[in-house]
């Protein structure tokens, strides 16, 4: 009796290579982890016992059928044991189960201690259509109890985290462990019934063969061990089996030559793509980690807002009243002397006031946190009411402030509130920077777009100084000598609410001391 290649023992032979090639995979990545420690042996005493069996029922000789009917149960006596400590770390069950796991183990020696002898397994003979197959002796029946006890047990507490979980993901992942558990030992454990006489085939065994596949898919798409490149690691490996075996059973040495060249072709190609995948893995955790970061420092930054929101402006608006209040006659006269002090702390306390409001509506504008009322608006009619303002505050201090309107179509939507606060802070900000000269302002229609342009004779911006503009806390480099009281939030403040109106903004400058323009651009109507 030879070597027969049929559906059984082909299904041992897919499965057992399957098996090891998931427990080797995962290894590899984590060798430290309990978990994949875990998971290399459980798979690694699953391979054991596919091929083992394989040699059995294709044995060509009794004494090479014993050989192996003993091996394939050392490995069966410790694949439970393995799954469970597998189970237990993947569901971080281990210290609420160590005492299962002891008496286990415990037992698990038992059975090793009786596995060569006739008590466990009484003899190989032929049977069916294998040519040998285990013939259970009297102590088998608590072996398959034991087997299949610990079997439910771990689907028992794969089934109860998987009824805790509230994580949809986490909860797919129990959810296959539970379904590669009942294809793997539901197809393996059919070999059961030959070894007890019941002439059931074995005919679930592709089970066992489909149950690493299904595994692999659910440590790829659930991330069972926290290893993303393990589909495209099993595939390779997986292709090389496949050639290698090709390759030695081929029949002639030109069989051997072509299947040697692709093996070795495909070996260079799959490292190659191997560590392409790993290389895009690690960009993309870098991303995410980023990502991350990044996410961290907006809560931090929202954190910070909240509480200047709601303590640092109202206590600087506290402050403001009560100095409001002691300049009144509500409270009796207050003495000549100490006015000056009151009207400064008055004075002080507003410009606190009014420089933290401005960092707040800044991050709020940037944020996309800033409310908008939009309603049909003409832009024209909002300039000309600020610039009748901001003309005299010009003056006042000594420069030239010129507006110029073209005809044209200035209708909107918009916030009017939002956007002429956004107006005037642009040209004050012309205003504040510039110490002698002039101010032009200019309004004009574009055809699709309302365009707004303020040019000032100020102080310039250098290239460096733009990279800084219309960002939190982006000033340039001589404006705190202009302004101290600058807080780098007034032109993001601008920008939010530009953008949030579907237009844009932006400065040019031919360099430092030749002056800026500052540029509004607004659709005409909200796309």
Same mark, same amino acid.
């Given at each position: 009796?030879?070597?027969?290649?049929?559906?059984?023992?082909?299904?041992?032979?897919?499965?057992?290579?399957?098996?090891?090639?998931?427990?080797?995979?995962?290894?590899?990545?984590?060798?430290?982890?309990?978990?994949?420690?875990?998971?290399?042996?459980?798979?690694?005493?699953?391979?054991?016992?596919?091929?083992?069996?394989?040699?059995?029922?294709?044995?060509?000789?009794?004494?090479?059928?014993?050989?192996?009917?003993?091996?394939?149960?050392?490995?069966?006596?410790?694949?439970?044991?393995?799954?469970?400590?597998?189970?237990?770390?993947?569901?971080?069950?281990?210290?609420?189960?160590?005492?299962?796991?002891?008496?286990?183990?415990?037992?698990?020696?038992?059975?090793?201690?009786?596995?060569?002898?006739?008590?466990?397994?009484?003899?190989?003979?032929?049977?069916?259509?294998?040519?040998?197959?285990?013939?259970?002796?009297?102590?088998?029946?608590?072996?398959?109890?034991?087997?299949?006890?610990?079997?439910?047990?771990?689907?028992?507490?794969?089934?109860?985290?998987?009824?805790? @979980?509230?994580?949809?993901?986490?909860?797919?992942?129990?959810?296959?462990?539970?379904?590669?558990?009942?294809?793997? *030992?539901?197809?393996?454990?059919?070999?059961?019934?030959? !070894?007890?006489?019941?002439?059931?085939?074995?005919?679930?065994?592709?089970?066992?063969?489909?149950?690493?596949?299904?595994?692999?898919?659910?440590?790829?798409?659930?991330?069972?061990?926290?290893?993303?490149?393990?589909?495209?690691?099993?595939?390779? *490996?997986?292709?090389?089996?496949?050639?290698?075996?090709?390759?030695?059973?081929?029949? @002639?040495?030109?069989?051997?030559?072509?299947?040697?060249?692709?093996?070795?072709?495909?070996?260079?190609? #799959?490292?190659?793509?191997?560590?392409?995948?790993?290389?895009?893995?690690?960009?993309?955790?870098?991303?995410?980690?980023?990502?991350?970061?990044?996410?961290?420092?907006?809560?931090?930054?929202?954190?910070?807002?909240?509480?200047?929101?709601?303590?640092?402006?109202?206590?600087?608006?506290?402050?403001?009243?009560?100095?409001?209040?002691?300049?009144?006659?509500?409270?009796?006269?207050?003495?000549?002397?100490?006015?000056?002090?009151?009207? /400064?702390?008055?004075?002080?306390?507003?410009?606190?006031?009014?420089?933290?409001?401005?960092?707040?509506?800044?991050?709020?504008?940037? @944020?996309?946190?800033?409310?908008?009322?939009?309603?049909?608006?003409?832009?024209?009619?909002?300039?000309?009411?600020?610039?009748?303002?901001? /003309?005299?505050?010009?003056?006042?201090?000594?420069?030239?402030?010129?507006?110029?309107?073209?005809? #044209?179509?200035?209708?909107?939507?918009?916030?009017?509130?939002?956007?002429?606060?956004?107006?005037?802070?642009?040209?004050?900000?012309?205003?504040?920077?510039?110490?002698?000269?002039?101010?032009?302002?200019?309004?004009?229609?574009? #055809?699709?777009?309302?365009?707004?342009?303020?040019?000032?004779?100020?102080?310039?911006?250098?290239?460096?100084? /733009? !990279?800084?503009?219309?960002?939190?806390?982006?000033?340039?480099?001589?404006?705190?000598?202009?302004?101290?009281?600058?807080?780098?939030?007034?032109?993001?403040?601008?920008?939010?609410?530009?953008?949030?109106?579907?237009?844009?903004?932006?400065?040019?400058?031919?360099?430092?001391?030749?002056? @800026?323009?500052?540029?509004?651009?607004?659709?005409?109507?909200?796309?």
């Amino acid at each position: 009796m030879g070597i027969t290649f049929d559906y059984f023992s082909i299904t041992l032979l897919l499965g057992g290579f399957t098996a090891l090639l998931s427990g080797i995979v995962v290894f590899i990545h984590n060798h430290r982890n309990i978990e994949n420690i875990a998971w290399l042996l459980s798979n690694l005493t699953s391979a054991i016992w596919s091929f083992a069996y394989f040699a059995t029922i294709t044995g060509k000789t009794y004494n090479e059928a014993i050989l192996s009917n003993w091996i394939l149960h050392v490995a069966a006596i410790l694949i439970p044991i393995c799954y469970l400590t597998s189970v237990l770390a993947i569901t971080n069950s281990y210290y609420t189960n160590r005492i299962q796991l002891i008496i286990t183990a415990f037992t698990g020696c038992v059975f090793l201690a009786l596995a060569p002898t006739t008590l466990f397994v009484r003899d190989v003979i032929p049977k069916a259509s294998f040519n040998f197959v285990p013939d259970a002796g009297p102590a088998y029946i608590y072996f398959t109890i034991y087997f299949f006890t610990l079997v439910v047990y771990a689907l028992y507490i794969v089934f109860k985290k998987y009824r805790e @979980s509230t994580d949809p993901t986490e909860r797919k992942k129990f959810a296959s462990m539970i379904l590669f558990t009942i294809f793997g *030992f539901g197809g393996g454990g059919s070999v059961f019934f030959l !070894t007890f006489n019941i002439y059931i085939m074995p005919y679930p065994l592709i089970l066992f063969a489909i149950y690493p596949a299904v595994s692999g898919y659910a440590i790829f798409r659930y991330q069972l061990f926290d290893v993303k490149v393990i589909a495209t690691e099993i595939t390779v *490996f997986s292709l090389w089996i496949f050639v290698l075996i090709r390759t030695l059973l081929s029949t @002639s040495d030109f069989d051997r030559l072509i299947n040697g060249g692709i093996l070795i072709f495909i070996i260079g190609t #799959g490292i190659l793509l191997i560590r392409s995948v790993i290389k895009e893995v690690r960009l993309r955790e870098e991303i995410e980690k980023l990502a991350g970061d990044l996410k961290h420092s907006n809560e931090g930054q929202a954190s910070l807002i909240h509480f200047m929101n709601h303590q640092v402006k109202g206590k600087f608006g506290n402050a403001r009243n009560i100095f409001a209040e002691l300049l009144t006659d509500d409270y009796g006269v207050m003495p000549e002397s100490a006015r000056p002090l009151l009207e /400064k702390g008055l004075e002080e306390t507003k410009k606190g006031v009014d420089y933290v409001q401005n960092i707040l509506k800044g991050a709020s504008a940037e @944020s996309g946190n800033l409310p908008y009322d939009m309603q049909p608006m003409n832009y024209r009619t909002l300039i000309e009411d600020i610039i009748s303002k901001q /003309k005299e505050i010009a003056e006042t201090k000594g420069l030239t402030f010129n507006f110029q309107v073209e005809d #044209g179509k200035y209708d909107m939507l918009g916030d009017a509130l939002q956007l002429s606060e956004a107006t005037r802070n642009l040209i004050d900000n012309s205003i504040n920077y510039t110490q002698e000269g002039s101010i032009e302002v200019h309004l004009r229609d574009d #055809g699709n777009a309302i365009r707004l342009t303020i040019h000032d004779t100020g102080i310039g911006l250098s290239d460096d100084d /733009k !990279t800084k503009l219309f960002k939190s806390g982006g000033r340039g480099a001589e404006s705190v000598k202009i302004n101290v009281n600058s807080t780098g939030y007034g032109l993001v403040f601008v920008k939010g609410v530009i953008q949030a109106h579907k237009g844009r903004v932006w400065a040019e400058s031919e360099g430092r001391g030749k002056g @800026s323009t500052f540029i509004i651009e607004l659709p005409q109507k909200a796309v």
